[in-house]
T-cell receptor
């Protein structure tokens, strides 16, 4: 079974509008973390935002925010005021076993390709 | 530089040859990871080093793949007797520690092509 599912292979958004990229996950571990990365066409992976399973509030970093719904096991990325430079592949990833300082590796979804239209 | 450095950036080799890929992590980062990204796919975990602990090799696809990390810094991923299905981008990442919220910082990758 897929641990991380990103159901939108491709998304389009108009410049200056907000966009939501979906991510659902599957784990029986009570302690985990969720990460979002951006991969432009140049190939580098850029860390955007982190949400811990025990965090009380949704994470925010500038124009990025996480819509974390623990009961639904979803951690959707919201990008506000889209810019042309936001066009890239976006990956959701999970690290399990946080409470006992286990884990380490990230499990990645298949990604969503976002295109921002001028 | 301040980031994760990988070399070579591109490698083309013939099927059956051995290849070595190098990763120089961010100074002070105790955790180092190797991932593989095939065309249009997500990242597949290969191996994880944390300090002096035994590495997590659970993602290595076959015994043709091995990796070492010398002196807690530079790492080398070796693929023996390469096959065409080994063609991919190999990404190295490092993080301050290997747990919790510590994000992984990635290098630019090595694009490996097996002829």
């Amino acid at each position: 079974a897929q641990k991380i599912t990103q159901t939108q292979p491709g998304m389009f958004v108009q410049e200056k509008e907000a966009v939501t990229l979906d991510c659902t996950y599957d784990t029986s571990d009570p302690s985990y973390g969720l990460f979002w990365y951006k991969q432009p066409s140049s190939g580098e992976m850029i860390f955007l935002i982190y949400q811990g399973s025990y965090d009380q509030q949704n994470a925010t970093e500038g124009r990025y925010s996480l819509n974390f719904q623990k009961a639904r096991k979803s951690a959707n990325l919201v990008i506000s005021a889209s810019q042309l430079g936001d066009s890239a592949m976006y990956f959701c990833a999970m690290r399990e076993g946080l409470i006992y300082n286990q884990g380490g590796k990230l499990i990645f979804g298949q990604g969503t390709e976002l295109s921002v239209k001028p | 530089g301040a980031g994760v450095s990988q070399s070579p950036s591109n490698k083309v080799t013939e099927k059956g040859k051995d290849v070595e890929l190098r990763c120089d992590p961010i100074s002070g980062h105790t955790a180092l990871y190797w991932y593989r990204q095939s065309l249009g796919q997500g990242l597949e975990f290969l191996i994880y080093f944390q300090g002096n602990s035994a590495p997590d090799k659970s993602g290595l696809p076959s015994d043709r793949f091995s990796a070492e990390r010398t002196g807690g810094s530079v790492s080398t991923l070796t693929i023996q007797r390469t096959q065409q299905e080994d063609s991919a981008v190999y990404l190295c990442a490092s993080s301050l520690v290997g747990q919790g919220s510590s994000p992984q910082h990635f290098g630019d990758g090595t694009r490996l092509s097996i002829l």
